[in-house]
């Protein structure tokens, strides 16, 4: 699809590529990574070398230090892949590196590494390399070398442990900032050796926050000398084998890992999973291969379809899969997931909006556990109201171990204040959908009733007019500037306290001193319930009743019309050609808005206002954002609209894999791209009704998939939907789901 694109590979389980070009280097480690949750590494291969130390990759979900009072940075944590080999005592960062093969396996997680190394004399040596996040315990990672000399004798040493020298590469919330400045957050380096292998730990610079990384190895087909090493910042084992040609010798290499967040004594922590488990890949890869294959149950999508859509779809939910912090209740799903470092490793609405829905359905002691993130900030979220000036609790547009706004743009960390809604919203269809009362009562509700009495506060209200207006905003496209009266933002208000108010009623009519019990907990006023009935009566939207549309904000129709065609080309976003500032004066849309609220909501809406609003927005979007492609492939296909809808989806599902904005080497995997092409096929072709009971689905497949068949999470209970190109449905409740998957248990 796009320049350099034809080499990589999608089958229906994994993807592939061959070479390892220094161009495509970038791109392939953010393809390649691997992730289980609780860590993620970008794909770069263990044993090349890195350009600086804030390349290679590690993070930890939830593990955040102060780059300046106030900000953080998600902490690239020491590099327990770390290795080097050496034939013939030169360096095999040296050589040349032919017949270059890599893969990940989406079925298990494991990616390889299959290359052959030559010398300036002809010497060829294969490697194999293999890693995997282990998704038995989250908390392990196995690798494994086999090396064998192709045509001749000698000594071959490999070096592997961990490396604590490294960095951060902070990355400006502008994105037409590059950086450059790095951050060396980790000091005081302490190292346990074992006799095969060594625990490192260290701590944050400003926080004292500690982690830990150990490893232990077992070499096998020929025999090795093994020595502890250290230079600078690496601790590592030094093995060493003579090999005859044709011999291979095999390394496994297991790590563990842990941090402050996991309670107890990180070194400690590493030492004992270190004791309690060996150093055998095969054994540690079925284990991982076995909950991997219970996740995939009800995780999975099988279309009747060509192999590389099934594999870009599969390659989608494994991303999701691999980012989110399944079980902690204290960490979300960054932008960038656990593979990049871009945002700040922060958390958006692109969790709730774009791939809670996955996770509802799909895994939803996961859905739970994200959400609970949110109210386990509740306290920061109204501590920063009252730093607005506003009562109840406003959500941050960017957040990340605490709820406090980390957006450092000023007009969208103060104005896009969308997300308060879009945290209830995603709340309320929770509850809804998954019939977890429970939830709802207990946190939900709370939730909801905070972020309502904030929307009372935010809004303006008119006396000589009776009206309440939403002032000095930004809704989902942020090119139209500040502004006032936002449709999506005043309608996800008023739908938040809606559901305020229904949950309130509810909980008075059933008598049992819930009523009384909630009002305590958040200081609720006799008189604020009638207060918010009342303002939702009086908000301001405007409707073109001449043209049947609903207009996105107060501004939109003032802006100047712009000639797109004469300004761009390509997928590439607009902001790199034009001044942001010239943009927000222009009558064109980042993303959607107006329809992106009828993709949430679409029961508020005609179809035929929603055709009108998408003849009017559809034209002038420029979808300069990742999030763009599959929300417009969901609402096309509920019009029916088949050519855009195929056209939007694709762009959507291999928005990564095929590099569609020429951004992905750069940023990493965009991980609500990831969530709204699964909805896109899921809620748009599928037809998949967001009601609770048993599912109904209305499917427009697209001539490219025959049939799906899927999974889905309903009040309590599970069921098979298989849908097909002729329209038909069948659904079928399944008795039992395996309950020792990894993401019902915390780490």
């Not at 993620?40 to 102060?66: C, I, K, L, V």
């Not at 488990?277 to 996740?295: I, M, T």
């Not at 739908?495 to 009623?505: C, T």
């Not at 939907?721 to 039992?736: A, H, L, P, W």
Request: negative net charge; hydrophobic residues 35%.
């Amino acid at each position: 699809m796009e320049p350099g694109m034809e080499w990589i590979k999608i089958a229906p389980w994994d993807i592939s590529c061959e070479g390892a070009e220094e161009e495509t280097r970038d791109y392939r480690e953010s393809v390649f990574s691997q992730g289980n949750g609780y860590l993620g590494m970008r794909g770069y291969r263990p044993d090349e070398a890195s350009p600086n130390q804030a390349h290679r990759t590690t993070f930890y979900s939830g593990f955040y230090e102060y780059i300046r009072p106030g900000i953080t940075d998600l902490v690239n944590q020491p590099d327990c892949s770390y290795t080097e080999i050496g034939l013939c005592g030169k360096p095999a960062r040296e050589l040349r590196v032919r017949e270059a093969k890599q893969s990940l396996s989406m079925k298990t997680g494991e990616a390889s590494w299959r290359y052959v190394l030559e010398d300036g004399e002809g010497n060829q040596t294969r490697v194999e390399a293999f890693r995997f996040a282990s998704m038995d315990n989250r908390r392990l990672i196995a690798l494994r070398y086999r090396i064998t000399p192709l045509n001749y004798e000698g000594t071959l040493e490999l070096t592997t442990g961990v490396d604590g020298g490294v960095e951060n590469l902070p990355i400006s919330d502008n994105q037409m900032q590059g950086n450059t400045e790095f951050v060396k957050f980790w000091t005081e380096h302490a190292f346990l050796p074992r006799t095969d292998g060594g625990v490192l730990s260290a701590k944050t610079r400003y926080s004292k926050r500690e982690t830990a990384a150990g490893w232990r190895v077992y070499a096998s087909g020929a025999a090795t000398e093994q020595k502890p090493y250290a230079e600078g910042e690496k601790y590592a084992t030094k093995l060493a084998a003579s090999l005859k040609q044709g011999q291979t010798w095999q390394v496994d290499k297991l790590c563990a890992v842990a941090c402050w967040r996991d309670g107890e004594d990180p070194a400690a922590q590493v030492k004992r999973l270190l004791d309690e488990n060996e150093a055998d890949y095969d054994a540690l890869l079925r284990k991982n291969a076995a909950v991997w294959e219970a996740v995939w149950r009800t995780a999975d999508i099988r279309l009747d379809a060509e192999d590389e859509l099934q594999g870009a779809v599969r390659y989608n939910i494994y991303q999701l899969i691999a980012s989110a912090p399944h079980g902690d209740e204290h960490a979300s799903i960054g932008a960038r997931g656990l593979m990049h470092g871009r945002y700040k490793g922060c958390y958006f609405w692109d969790t709730e909006v774009f791939m809670l829905p996955f996770f509802r359905d799909t895994l939803p002691a996961t859905a739970k556990s994200l959400l609970l993130y949110r109210y386990n900030t509740l306290e920061d979220a109204k501590e920063s109201a009252r730093r607005f000036s506003v009562k109840g609790a406003r959500y941050s547009w960017m957040s990340s171990d605490t709820g406090f706004e980390q957006c450092e743009t000023w007009d969208t960390g103060c104005c896009e204040i969308h997300i308060t809604a879009d945290i209830a919203y995603a709340v309320g269809k929770y509850a809804l959908l998954s019939g977890d009362k429970e939830f709802l009562d207990e946190f939900g509700a709370k939730i909801l009733v905070e972020t309502a009495r904030y929307w009372f506060d935010r809004f303006s209200y008119c006396k000589e007019e009776d009206l309440y207006h939403l002032l000095f905003v930004k809704g989902p496209d942020e090119y139209c500037g500040v502004t006032s009266d936002n449709l999506y933002t005043v309608r996800l208000a008023k739908h938040n306290i809606a559901l305020a108010l229904e949950v309130l009623d509810r909980l008075k009519q059933e008598q049992n001193g819930s009523y009384e019990a909630l009002a305590l907990r958040t200081g609720l006023q006799n008189e604020e319930p009638d207060a918010w009935r009342d303002l939702m009566q009086k908000t301001v939207e405007i409707y073109d009743e001449d043209r049947g549309l609903w207009v996105q904000d107060a501004t939109f129709e003032h802006l100047e019309p712009l000639d797109i065609p004469s300004v761009r080309s390509g997928c590439k976003p607009l902001y790199y050609t034009l001044n942001f500032d010239r943009l927000q004066r222009y009558r064109v849309l980042k993303q959607p808005d107006v329809l992106m609220l009828m993709a949430l909501l679409p029961e508020e809406f005609s179809r035929a206002e929603i055709e009108v609003a998408w003849n009017y927005y559809e034209p002038i979007t420029l979808h300069d954002s990742t999030l763009s492609f599959g929300m417009h492939a969901l609402v096309a296909a509920r019009l029916n609209k088949q050519a855009e809808a195929k056209e939007y989806f694709e762009k959507a599902v291999y928005m990564d894999l095929k590099d569609v904005m020429q951004n992905t080497a750069r940023e990493g995997i965009h991980t609500a791209a990831l969530g709204a092409a699964w909805q896109a096929l899921v809620y748009g072709f599928c037809g998949l009704s967001a009601e609770p009971g048993e599912p109904r689905c209305n499917p427009k497949l697209p001539k490219e998939i025959r049939s799906a068949a899927f999974t889905v999470f309903r009040n309590g209970g599970w069921y098979d939907v298989t849908v097909d190109r002729e329209g038909s449905c069948s659904v079928s409740k399944i008795e039992e789901i395996d309950d020792k998957r990894v993401f019902l248990r915390k780490v």
